[in-house]
């Protein structure tokens, strides 16, 4: 099955600096790349999503970037701020079989530092 | 946009009960219905997936016969935790596909559910 690894697993930065959070995949056959922000005890929001026919994409502050070749994605927000401060996770599905189910990497803590 | 309701949010319950948690779509279809259970600072695992009118599958290491999961509609799948046990105690969250989305990539994440078990 697939094997989403996410690095690094904490991060902090100073408010107004960029943040990269990386991850890499193991099937080729994954096609569908979202990253989550999920605050303490809540359920995790979409904030960008890719797709394997396309190398890069931006919304605002945020950007994400696929390289299928190296079978590695990376979410990356400039400008953070205070409220950017929470667990990011990259994930990545397969659409063989029909059930379309995604595969976490294991979370990066950002803080971000006023 | 698409909203997946689910109850309870927490619940304590006692060592051998079982506790019921449901997930409703309210505006949509849900073909597909993923159950994840998420330990404190660790990522969401996946237990099982559920159609709409069939048996869930469960992924390798989860016990079927301990973690039941009815999907009878397209708008309710519902997990059941059997004779719960304290290392159970987990935050469980449903996420709903929608039958509509051609793709298949409208995924919904219910609200959670914090299990406690003492």
């Known amino acids: 099955g697939e094997n989403v690894e996410q690095h690094p697993s904490t991060l902090s930065v100073q408010e107004g600096d960029s943040a990269v959070i990386k991850c890499t995949y193991s099937?080729?056959?994954?096609?569908?790349f979202p990253w989550y922000k999920q605050e303490l005890g809540k359920r995790p929001q979409l904030i960008i999503d890719?797709?394997?026919?396309?190398g890069e994409k931006k919304d605002q502050r945020i950007a994400v970037t696929l390289n299928k070749t190296a079978k590695h994605f990376s979410l990356h927000i400039t400008e953070t701020q205070p409220e950017d401060s929470a667990v990011y996770f990259c994930?990545?599905?397969?659409?063989?079989?029909?059930?379309?189910?995604?595969?976490f990497g294991k979370g990066t803590l950002l803080t971000v530092n006023p | 946009g698409a909203v997946v309701s689910q109850h309870p949010s927490r619940v304590i319950c006692k060592s051998g009960t079982s506790v019921k948690i449901e997930c409703r779509s309210l505006?949509?279809?849900?073909?597909?219905m993923f159950w994840y259970r998420q330990f404190p600072k660790q990522s969401l695992m996946l237990m099982a997936t559920?159609?709409?009118?069939?048996?869930?599958?469960?992924e390798q290491g989860v016990e079927k016969d301990k973690f039941l999961i009815n999907h009878a509609s397209l708008t309710l799948s519902t997990l059941t935790v059997t004779s719960a046990h304290p290392e159970d105690s987990s935050f469980y969250i449903c996420?709903?596909?929608?039958?509509?989305?051609?793709?298949?990539?409208?995924?919904?994440f219910g609200s959670g559910t914090r299990l406690t078990v003492v």
């Open positions: 099937d080729s056959a994954s096609n569908y």
């Open positions: 890719i797709r394997s026919n396309v």
């Open positions: 559920s159609n709409e009118g069939s048996k869930a599958t469960y």
């Open positions: 505006d949509f279809q849900a073909t597909t």
């Open positions: 996420s709903a596909r929608d039958a509509a989305e051609r793709d298949g990539y409208g995924y919904t």
């Open positions: 994930a990545a599905s397969y659409s063989g079989g029909s059930n379309y189910k995604l595969t």
